[in-house]
């Protein structure tokens, strides 16, 4: 095995032609720059917004808005990267596609492992919170399913262990025994994974109609939300803004990335677009713009009508309501939630499908996973499998591990992104042109040389001056502080390397700042994050040193 076979890449003219008019050109090209608009509002507000955004208000307060202004401008840095790359590379793949061209085959691969994780599992995560407010919508109609249908095995065992009074304990009890174990599972999560499945299945039209009617519906509602309860916000709620000190804001980093990490999944659609390099760029940044509104806006309503004491629940935008007696509105923040979690489950699952179908045609996948359906024009197969990774494991584990797992994954992507944006060779004068023309979107280029070094060094003055012990802090690891200190450290280390590297060989300013804001996010992830992201990447390694390596397109032109 070579070494440098590792980082063998594929060329920009290949790709294009497997994903153009070449040898795989039989996905549907309907999509509009409004639909694909419309596909990132629908990942993006979802089960971060209804759900994700209580524990971030309870740990950061109010002040929980600049975490959301600060995850807004690195998804925004990072977006703009993935423009250019939609704009240069405009076919299926996502950032799988993107670390090919720039970094080699073997960060592609880890990639596109990753992309699993934000895809695959964490749909899982919206599928069992999407259950939830089903339940309790059912509930509303008097129509009542047995515990053992609504909750995980795994969540009714611990709850029986620890004789946790709830919903848990009472599906333990009450379940049905079959050779010797109790069935419970989530039927709700199993049905709407089905459901979803099916439809991805039978086409993009069809998914592109019933999205785009989710988000107007979801839009209207949260709106609703806000109108409504501006009428009961108490100014003094918003004082102390920030309680629990900056840490405590960056406390909620992994719930409030969570809300984002959905804008990608645009670019998984390009093939599937009329016009990619000039739609995906508008598309993903239309829709990272309206969301940051909506989130901003939201936090500020939900932390004005109650203390953010009250706010580290799972349902915070019913539990807001509910505190101020506003019942006619419980039931249409469930109907809202229902919706929302359905078109994030809707754009994720037909995401994943696209980057197997992309790792398919390059050899690394078996080629079952490129199979397009000959009346529907879907990546059939890829997605049946896609749905079994999804409803098979809603048998057998729960929400809180797999939400570890899925904003590690996805920064960790978000980061070769930027990183890939800064390796790409120069673009001619003449493909400026030919975009510039074409109204191809490009990053405007700002060179680094002395403002990355400036930034950096009037941080460090700034931190110093009023964070005088950060830095001795950060060297101590005793008393198990190496877990927490560690990845701030890595980080500092980064952003030295980056400052020497902008200096020397002048780096593009905004993709430098989207991979140094990224890594910065990352040093928010708890140590159990990094674990389990630890166990991914080893696993994912082994199938690729098994099967993609030696049946890798590229090592077959060799």
């Known amino acids: 095995m070579s070494f440098l076979k590792l980082f063998r890449r594929k060329s920009l003219s290949t790709i294009l032609q497997q994903g153009g008019d070449g040898e795989h050109s039989g996905l549907n090209k309907v999509l509009t720059v409004k639909d694909l608009t419309f596909f990132g509002i629908a990942a993006i507000i979802g089960g971060g917004t209804f759900s994700a955004i209580g524990n971030a208000c309870f740990s950061g307060g109010p002040a929980v808005v600049l975490l959301y202004i600060m995850c807004a401008i690195a998804c925004g840095f990072t977006a703009m990267c993935y423009a250019e790359f939609a704009s240069r590379v405009p076919v299926s793949g996502s950032a799988y596609t993107y670390a090919y061209v720039s970094f080699g085959e073997i960060f592609a691969w880890i990639i596109g492992w990753a992309l699993i994780m934000e895809y695959s599992i964490g749909n899982i995560y919206i599928a069992f919170s999407w259950s939830g407010y089903f339940t309790n919508l059912l509930e ?18 611990a709850a029986f262990s620890e004789n946790k009074v709830g919903e848990g304990l009472l599906a333990w009890q009450n379940a049905p025994v079959i050779g010797g174990l109790k069935i419970i599972f989530d039927l709700p999560a199993v049905v709407i994974n089905l459901l979803i499945t099916y439809l991805v299945y039978r086409g993009t039209k069809e998914s592109k109609n019933f999205s785009n009617i989710m988000v107007y519906i979801k839009l209207a509602i949260i709106i609703l939300v806000i109108i409504v309860g501006a009428f009961y916000i108490d100014i003094d709620n918003w004082t102390p803004f920030m309680p629990n000190g900056f840490s405590g804001v960056m ?24 016009n990619p390099q000039r739609d995906l760029p508008k598309g993903m940044i239309y829709s990272l713009v309206i969301c940051t509104v909506v989130f901003i806006v939201l936090a500020l309503v939900i932390t004005g009508m109650v203390s953010y004491e009250l706010l580290g629940v799972s349902d915070p935008l019913a539990e807001i309501f509910a505190l101020k007696g506003v019942k006619w509105m419980l039931f249409i923040v469930s109907i809202a939630a229902v919706v929302a979690m359905t078109s994030v489950l809707l754009v994720f699952q037909m995401g994943q499908p696209r980057i197997w179908m992309t790792m398919s045609r390059d050899g690394l996948m078996p080629k079952k996973f490129s199979e397009i359906h000959p009346k529907y024009k879907t990546p059939s197969f890829a997605t049946i499998v896609t749905g079994l990774v999804v409803g098979i494991p809603i048998f057998f584990t729960d929400e809180n591990f797999v939400l570890d797992f899925t904003s590690i994954g996805t920064l960790f992507a978000f980061v070769l992104v930027c990183g890939g944006v800064l390796m790409l060779s120069p673009q001619s004068e003449a493909e400026l042109a030919e975009r510039e023309t074409k109204g191809k979107f490009r990053i405007p280029y700002v060179n680094s040389k002395f403002i990355f070094p400036a930034i950096v060094i009037i941080g460090t003055a700034l931190t ?83 099967y993609g390596y030696k049946n890798s397109k590229l090592n077959h032109n060799n």
């Open 251 to 274: 406390g909620g980093v992994s719930a409030v990335f969570f809300a984002y990490i959905g804008f990608d999944a645009v670019s998984t659609l390009a093939e599937e677009s009329k």
């Open 140 to 157: 509303t109609f008097h129509i009542h399913l047995p515990e053992w249908l609504t909750i995980n095995y795994k969540s009714a065992h």
């Open 464 to 546: 110093i001056k009023y964070v005088p012990d950060f830095f001795t802090n950060i060297i101590d690891f005793s008393d198990g502080k190496m877990a927490t200190n560690l990845p701030m450290l890595v980080f500092l280390i980064v952003c030295i390397v980056m400052m020497v590297l902008s200096f020397i060989k002048n780096l593009s300013l905004i993709p430098l700042l989207g991979l140094v804001s990224c890594c910065y996010l990352l040093t928010g992830m708890a140590v159990s994050n990094w674990m389990w992201f630890g166990v991914w990447l080893v696993i994912g390694l082994v199938f690729y040193f098994i």
